[in-house]
T-cell receptor, first 114, second 112 residues
Framework: AQSVSQHNHHVILSEAASLELGCNYS??????LFWYVQYPGQHLQLLLK??????LVKGIKGFEAEFIKSKFSFNLRKPSVQWSDTAEYFC????????????FGQGTTLQVKP | DTGVSQDPRHKITKRGQNVTFRCDPI?????LYWYRQTLGQGPEFLTY????????KSRLLSDRFSAERPKGSFSTLEIQRTEQGDSAMYLC??????????FGPGTRLTVL
């Protein structure tokens, strides 16, 4: 069965620290990949997505992610986090050409200390 | 606001009661999804509509759950004979063909 694994469940960083959140998926075919963010009290929002092309994807608020097909990974990065990045981050995958249903990882809670 | 809306935002019910939730997608989106999220977990797919047709249902969706999307616009999710294990956040999302899903704020269900 398809699955998504996020290795870091809870991350605590100081402002200006660099961030990398791991995401691995299990699916042998072509996939579309997403990172969603949920700020406290708000609904899920799309941070960035990968469908095809350049495996380094840039999203909103300075986030980027790199798709490494050989490692089935789609890690999220940000060079310098801010207190406002405190949120829960979800990696998700959907097989290309599928109904589009998203398979989510269990999420990573990021706490940024001012 | 032209985003996805859900109603109610919170629902508290007693075990055994029936509940119904509503989702209004972004108007030009023909795809609509329901997910369920429990504490500490990512959302889990429940069901998918393309226009008014329900094209996929998860095995998570027991026969106590039913969803409709009459006329391909809003959707309802009904849970009959609720159980405590149904307590969760129920999320609705909509998309057009590019697969970028936009989520609503969710309905938090508490079954006592």
């Amino acid at each position: 069965a398809q699955s998504v694994s996020q290795h870091n469940h809870h991350v605590i960083l100081s402002e200006a620290a660099s961030l990398e959140l791991g995401c691995n998926y299990s699916y042998g075919g072509t996939v579309n990949l997403f990172w969603y963010v949920q700020y406290p009290g708000q609904h899920l929002q799309l941070l960035l997505k990968y469908f095809s092309g350049d495996p380094l994807v840039k999203g909103i608020k300075g986030f980027e992610a790199e798709f490494i097909k050989s490692k089935f990974s789609f890690n999220l990065r940000k060079p310098s986090v801010q207190w406002s990045d405190t949120a829960e981050y979800f990696c998700a995958v959907t097989p290309s050409g599928n109904t589009g249903k998203l398979i989510f990882g269990q999420g990573t809670t990021l706490q940024v200390k001012p | 606001d032209t985003g996805v809306s859900q109603d109610p935002r919170h629902k508290i019910t007693k075990r055994g009661q029936n509940v119904t939730f509503r989702c209004d997608p972004i108007s030009e989106h023909n795809r609509l999804y329901w997910y369920r999220q429990t504490l500490g977990q990512g959302p889990e797919f429940l069901t998918y509509f393309q226009n008014e047709a329900q094209l996929e249902k998860s095995r998570l969706l027991s026969d106590r759950f039913s969803a409709e999307r009459p006329k391909g616009s809003f959707s309802t999710l009904e849970i009959q004979r609720t159980e405590q294990g149904d307590s969760a956040m129920y999320l609705c999302a909509s998309s057009s063909r590019n697969n970028e899903q936009f989520f609503g704020p969710g309905t938090r269900l508490t079954v006592l």
